[in-house]
């Protein structure tokens, strides 16, 4: 039945044009990696860019927009110029890692953060393309979450100019990016285990194919696509050394979690009842100290 649900999910994940379109955008995106041998500075572009560097980062800006304008009508548009933007962001992170510069861990981090929003539209794209929409790059997650990303990065700019040294812990930066790899991995092996059974948005309704997952990742935590992105969450902070948001990160996504996790599991017990009580019971959540909705019997 797995293999046979797991083929399924395959045959219905063949790219369509969303997927397609987004895929190409972020794959141009991501060629500004590739400006610094046509300049010959390769350490120098995005650390300390002259004039050359500003003019060739600004001309292939404006030759990926008007590629992408271009090539598709309006609707795909819309999704290709996010995912252009995130390879961009993904390829500049590329060029800071590649350095010697003291941005170098921000690099990691971008390249980090860009790659977990797009690969979440296009394994939403691959996995269950009824419910995609324009939301599920996850940029506009909500105003907390963009809140918390630009605390991070005014925290890593402050700390920087006060205490250089701070910044240049390459093993705690290594530890984080183990930490952000480990929870990004999880979240999209939960993402493809759950199939069509996965959606951004909490299902108040249950569908015809709704089904109960247990297999795979379930088998280990009840929800794991929440335990990969508590880890990379933290892990992002930890990669940029940043002790406050390492702190504010955690408190913030372990109260977002219990709170997600009761609401869903309301709504898992009105459909599943029984068989997911019995699952409940056996499998913890994955998250330190969050036990899940209590059920009075």
């Not at 797995?2 to 141009?28: I, K, N, Q, V």
């Not at 993904?90 to 510069?101: D, I, K, N, T």
């Not at 709704?210 to 990969?228: A, D, I, M, Q």
């Amino acid at each position: 039945m797995a293999a046979t649900e797991t083929a399924g999910r395959w045959r219905r994940g063949r790219l369509g044009r969303e997927a397609r379109a987004s895929l190409a955008a972020f794959l141009l995106g991501a060629s500004v990696a590739a400006l610094p041998l046509a300049l010959g500075s390769p350490s120098a572009l995005l650390a300390a860019p002259g004039l050359r560097g500003r003019l060739a980062l600004a001309l292939h800006v404006a030759v990926v927009n008007a590629a992408l304008l271009l090539l598709y009508p309006r609707p795909l548009y819309k999704i290709a110029i996010r995912a252009g933007f995130l390879g961009f962001a993904f390829g500049c992170g590329l060029l800071l890692s590649a350095g010697r510069s003291a941005w170098r861990h921000f690099g990691w981090y971008m390249c980090s953060l860009s790659l977990f929003h797009y690969s979440e539209y296009l394994v939403t794209a691959i996995n269950n393309p009824r419910s995609l929409s324009l939301d599920s790059f996850l940029l506009n997650h909500s105003f907390e979450y963009n809140l918390a990303a630009l605390s991070s990065w005014v925290e890593f700019t402050l700390e920087k100019l006060l205490l250089p040294e701070m910044k240049q812990i390459t093993w705690l930066s290594t530890v984080g990016l183990l930490m952000v790899i480990f929870g990004d991995c999880l979240r999209k092996a939960a993402m493809l285990t759950a199939g069509s059974n996965f959606n951004h948005i909490v299902q108040n309704e249950k569908s015809d194919t709704h089904t109960l997952v247990t297999s795979g990742v379930y088998g280990w935590f009840r929800h794991p696509s929440y335990v990969g992105w508590f880890y990379w969450s933290i892990g992002t902070q930890v990669l940029l050394c940043n002790p406050i948001c390492v702190v504010g990160y955690t408190l913030a996504s372990w109260r977002f979690f219990r709170e997600r996790i009761e609401e869903e599991e309301i709504t898992l017990i009105h459909f599943f009842g029984e068989e997911y009580l019995e699952y409940k019971r056996k499998v913890p959540s994955g998250l330190p100290f969050i036990k899940g909705v209590k059920v009075e019997l």
